[in-house]
């Protein structure tokens, strides 16, 4: 087994008192794909940041193999000091590193590289501070949360890229379903130390689940051993002093060993206040149409939502997933069509950002809405102080401001305020974001008892699939369709169509023109259709350029013998190059053909 590329022995830090790693241990050899997992608060982003240099630890020791070379993805990039997204991520590569894959990443991640960091939205960033990791490919990546803020295409692509480096991983995430894909380790940080499977993600609850039963086991036994000894304590002293003092040292002992025994974290104790039963039909959407300018955001789209239903709105970013969902609820008018809804409705919306969360309230004021000391939970007064328990929240955090809780515990805290209040339709928008695996666990279930109806955007596959009954998903152009199931079933059904939509192209246009004049009449060229057609052609002359520089290279006779590892690497660039640009004539072929065929009609 080769020696590892980093490891961390013994790892010890203190924050304000409270032990957060004790005696941790994190090895990464070469290749290995590692989850890092813990409850939100146990100390992975400071495991990640001390195995990045970049939080020295109280005690304990960082040995990094000598040329090996790390990149870390914290949760909150900082592009500050950088006129563009470009001069940012090639600000990460070493000498020897390809600068074309600066580029290139951020194209497969939706930016072009021209981007100011001060006008970048959340996802923007990140999608900047992946492609800086990504590009050098280092030897070691420590990535903390990288799928937050990305959409679904975003997500999988990563997940297709991380397959194919030889890099080693440390993640970091929320997501189950990228890690049962990505990792063959996984390393658990419990109560300030960790434990090593030496197997994926797919196998770390069955196995936290035994170590939690040993561990009560081996409680009750302790617990049976003090009180067997406290009996002879009072009954069975003798006077052989010296076996006296030794058994009272061993009680003493026993005592404290249960006192230094730490307990596992408790769940979060979620039930939902659930309001009147509302009507049979809760939404009814009828041939609805919606657009901002040119974009069109939904286009003809009709459904029927029932009252139970958990529906799963999915589409990359931009889409109009939230559009969708103000039409579904009301808070939006549509351009076109109908939207009815039912009866007795009480909604409540959880939305992915927070906003309605005043900074300046403390968690008190935001429990209570600034009245009193109690809550109102399922009709009954609850002190502020025990609710705030069934959701891990300590007492001495009361006065806390909002400002100063962690991503997980204002996730918390938003699903503590949206479960008090009585409904009988949840709006939940990225409810997953920053909440760990086993509050993840516990929302599932309730959702899945919940007497009410759901509608749920989310970019977590897994909870897709656990929660939903129908799939709403955006097929680009302002076309929405529902899939029954979740987001594996949605997936099998369009692979079923496939044939169907793979005719060749002429087929299509045959189909098309075949269509009633005024359907044709409808359809025009998208914004990022039009955008496409303006911009391919510079960008395959560009490919056409770097390709030829390529070949010129590849033709000098005596570079394979000279460096045989450039060689091979020049010959992979190159057959990216003419991969992406047979790509790119294909897409322009196709618009052309599409626009002579719009405006003829």
């Given at each position: 087994?080769a020696?590892?590329l980093l490891?961390?022995?013994d790892?010890a830090l203190?924050?304000?008192g409270t032990?957060l790693l004790e005696?941790?241990?994190?090895?990464?050899?070469?290749?290995e794909?590692?989850?890092?997992?813990?409850r939100?608060?146990?100390?992975k982003?400071?495991?990640?940041?001390?195995?990045?240099?970049?939080?020295e630890?109280?005690?304990?020791?960082?040995?990094?193999?000598?040329g090996?070379?790390?990149?870390?993805?914290?949760?909150?990039?900082?592009?500050?000091?950088?006129?563009d997204?470009?001069?940012?991520v090639e600000?990460?590569?070493?000498p020897?590193?390809?600068?074309?894959?600066?580029?290139?990443l951020l194209?497969e991640?939706?930016?072009?590289?021209?981007?100011s960091?001060?006008?970048?939205?959340?996802?923007?960033?990140?999608?900047?501070?992946?492609a800086?990791?990504?590009?050098?490919?280092?030897?070691?990546?420590?990535l903390?949360?990288?799928?937050n803020?990305?959409?679904?295409?975003?997500?999988?692509?990563?997940?297709?890229?991380?397959k194919?480096m030889?890099?080693?991983?440390?993640l970091i995430?929320?997501?189950?379903?990228?890690?049962?894909?990505?990792?063959d380790?996984?390393?658990?940080l419990?109560?300030g130390?960790?434990?090593r499977l030496?197997?994926?993600?797919?196998?770390?609850e069955d196995?936290r689940?035994?170590?939690?039963?040993k561990?009560?086991e081996d409680?009750?036994?302790?617990?049976?051993?003090?009180?067997r000894e406290?009996h002879?304590?009072?009954?069975?002293v003798?006077?052989?002093?010296k076996?006296?003092v030794?058994?009272?040292?061993?009680l003493?002992?026993?005592?404290?060993?249960r006192r230094?025994?730490?307990?596992a974290?408790g769940?979060?104790?979620?039930?939902a206040t659930e309001?009147q039963?509302?009507?049979?039909?809760?939404?009814?959407v009828?041939h609805?149409s919606k657009?901002?300018?040119?974009t069109?955001?939904?286009?003809?789209?009709?459904t029927?939502?029932?009252?139970?239903?958990?529906?799963?709105l999915v589409?990359?970013?931009g889409a109009?997933?939230?559009?969708?969902?103000?039409?579904?609820?009301g808070?939006?008018?549509?351009?076109?069509g109908?939207i009815?809804?039912g009866?007795?409705?009480?909604m409540?919306?959880?939305?992915?950002?927070?906003e309605?969360?005043?900074?300046?309230w403390?968690?008190k004021?935001?429990?209570?809405d600034?009245?009193?000391?109690?809550?109102?939970v399922n009709?009954?007064?609850?002190?502020?102080?025990?609710?705030m328990k069934?959701f891990?929240?300590r007492?001495?955090?009361a006065r806390t401001?909002?400002s100063?809780?962690s991503?997980?515990?204002?996730?918390?805290?938003?699903?503590?305020r949206?479960l008090?209040?009585?409904?009988n339709l949840?709006?939940?928008?990225?409810?997953t974001n920053?909440l760990?695996?086993?509050?993840?666990?516990?929302?599932?279930?309730?959702l899945?008892?919940y007497d009410?109806?759901?509608l749920l955007?989310?970019?977590?596959?897994?909870?897709?699939?656990?929660?939903?009954t129908?799939?709403?998903a955006s097929?680009?152009n302002?076309r929405w369709?529902d899939?029954a199931g979740g987001?594996?079933?949605?997936?099998?059904q369009?692979k079923?169509q496939?044939?169907e939509?793979n005719?060749?192209?002429?087929?299509?246009a045959?189909?098309a023109?075949s269509?009633?004049?005024a359907?044709?009449?409808?359809?025009?060229?998208?914004?990022?259709?039009?955008h496409?057609l303006?911009?391919?052609p510079d960008?395959?002359e560009?490919?056409?350029?770097?390709?030829a520089t390529?070949?010129?290279k590849?033709?000098?006779?005596d570079?394979?013998?000279?460096?045989?590892?450039r060689f091979?690497?020049i010959?992979k660039?190159?057959?990216a190059k003419?991969?992406?640009?047979?790509?790119?004539e294909e897409?322009?072929l196709?618009?052309?053909?599409?626009?002579?065929e719009l405006?003829?009609?």
């Amino acid at each position: 087994m080769a020696p590892p590329l980093l490891h961390l022995h013994d790892i010890a830090l203190t924050f304000g008192g409270t032990p957060l790693l004790e005696g941790a241990e994190l090895a990464v050899g070469p290749g290995e794909k590692i989850s890092l997992v813990g409850r939100n608060g146990s100390g992975k982003s400071t495991l990640l940041k001390i195995a990045a240099g970049q939080v020295e630890s109280d005690s304990g020791k960082r040995f990094l193999q000598p040329g090996t070379t790390v990149r870390y993805l914290r949760q909150e990039p900082d592009l500050s000091g950088f006129s563009d997204t470009l001069s940012y991520v090639e600000a990460g590569l070493g000498p020897g590193d390809d600068t074309y894959r600066a580029a290139y990443l951020l194209g497969e991640l939706g930016l072009d590289g021209t981007e100011s960091p001060d006008r970048l939205s959340g996802g923007e960033a990140r999608r900047a501070a992946l492609a800086r990791a990504l590009a050098p490919e280092p030897d070691i990546l420590l990535l903390d949360e990288p799928t937050n803020h990305l959409d679904l295409p975003a997500i999988e692509w990563l997940e297709s890229e991380l397959k194919t480096m030889r890099t080693a991983l440390v993640l970091i995430s929320h997501d189950r379903r990228f890690l049962e894909n990505l990792t063959d380790v996984t390393v658990w940080l419990d109560r300030g130390q960790t434990r090593r499977l030496d197997k994926g993600f797919a196998h770390f609850e069955d196995w936290r689940d035994e170590i939690y039963a040993k561990e009560e086991e081996d409680a009750h036994k302790l617990d049976r051993q003090i009180e067997r000894e406290e009996h002879w304590l009072r009954y069975g002293v003798t006077a052989r002093r010296k076996r006296n003092v030794r058994r009272l040292d061993n009680l003493f002992a026993l005592r404290q060993q249960r006192r230094d025994l730490r307990k596992a974290q408790g769940n979060v104790s979620l039930v939902a206040t659930e309001g009147q039963t509302s009507g049979k039909e809760v939404v009814k959407v009828d041939h609805v149409s919606k657009s901002f300018g040119e974009t069109v955001i939904i286009d003809n789209f009709s459904t029927l939502v029932h009252r139970k239903d958990r529906i799963g709105l999915v589409g990359r970013n931009g889409a109009g997933k939230t559009t969708l969902i103000k039409l579904l609820t009301g808070d939006l008018e549509p351009d076109s069509g109908t939207i009815k809804l039912g009866t007795k409705l009480e909604m409540i919306t959880l939305d992915q950002r927070r906003e309605s969360l005043d900074p300046n309230w403390t968690l008190k004021d935001a429990l209570t809405d600034g009245r009193g000391d109690m809550v109102m939970v399922n009709g009954e007064q609850k002190h502020v102080i025990a609710y705030m328990k069934d959701f891990l929240f300590r007492p001495e955090q009361a006065r806390t401001p909002i400002s100063a809780l962690s991503g997980g515990e204002r996730g918390r805290l938003m699903l503590a305020r949206a479960l008090a209040k009585p409904s009988n339709l949840l709006v939940l928008d990225e409810p997953t974001n920053d909440l760990d695996l086993e509050t993840l666990d516990l929302l599932q279930d309730l959702l899945a008892n919940y007497d009410g109806t759901v509608l749920l955007v989310s970019h977590d596959r897994d909870f897709i699939d656990r929660v939903v009954t129908s799939t709403i998903a955006s097929e680009d152009n302002g076309r929405w369709v529902d899939y029954a199931g979740g987001y594996s079933d949605m997936l099998k059904q369009k692979k079923a169509q496939a044939p169907e939509e793979n005719k060749p192209q002429k087929q299509k246009a045959t189909l098309a023109a075949s269509k009633p004049k005024a359907e044709q009449l409808k359809r025009k060229l998208s914004f990022k259709e039009k955008h496409a057609l303006e911009t391919l052609p510079d960008q395959m002359e560009s490919l056409e350029a770097d390709i030829a520089t390529l070949r010129g290279k590849l033709e000098d006779p005596d570079l394979y013998a000279k460096d045989p590892v450039r060689f091979e690497k020049i010959a992979k660039k190159l057959e990216a190059k003419e991969s992406e640009l047979a790509t790119c004539e294909e897409q322009w072929l196709e618009l052309e053909m599409l626009k002579e065929e719009l405006e003829g009609s």
